[in-house]
């Protein structure tokens, strides 16, 4: 069956609705620009759908409100430099690399490579079947606790693929503070 996607408008915020083959109903907020996206199953009323809308309405405000601000900061800093961006890389992989180190030993794993670059939605991503993990630029500017939350994140993904109990259980195992540092990194935004 074809995806159909629609738009839904309440008290000014516009919300497109994307019916597809899932199970269950999902809402996220794009970081790029803020638009409010709702997955739905193709079987489910758009009554449904808009109460859903409704009932999320104050945390979608809120959302973006944080969006907008975090916007304006971002704005008003200045670019970096091409050489400053190679040597927050070289500085960054370095860290990464040693935190890989640390953890393949503990974890069992190993981890084929490792690249850094910019990244606008997320702040890491591993491939699960190459092993190879990618890491945002944007984290040399966090504290290195966040940095070391991201690589076990990614590591773990080479023991379990999904975001289930199974792999949050291998997080919490190697990162017990992982909760208040994923809290901190979703609350600064990418």
Known sequence: M????????????????????????????????????ISAPYQMSDLR????????????????????ELKQQKDLRPALSEAEIRRRKVLLKAAVEKLIQKYEQLM???????????????????????????????LYEKGPECLEYVVVHEMCHILEASHNKIFWGYVAQYFPDWKNVRARLNEEGV
């Open 49 to 68: 759908i808009r109460r859903f809308a409704e009932e999320r309405l104050p945390w979608i405000r809120e959302y973006q409100e944080k969006y907008k």
């Open 108 to 138: 069992r794993v190993q981890v084929s490579g490792v690249t850094i670059r910019q990244m606008k939605t997320r702040w890491g991503s591993c491939n699960v079947k190459t092993h190879h993990i990618n890491i945002n630029l944007a």
């Open 2 to 37: 074809k995806e159909r996607t629609y738009q839904i408008v309440l008290e000014g915020i516009v919300i497109t609705v994307t019916k597809k083959c899932i199970k269950n109903m999902y809402l996220r907020i794009k970081k790029e620009d803020g638009m409010v996206l």
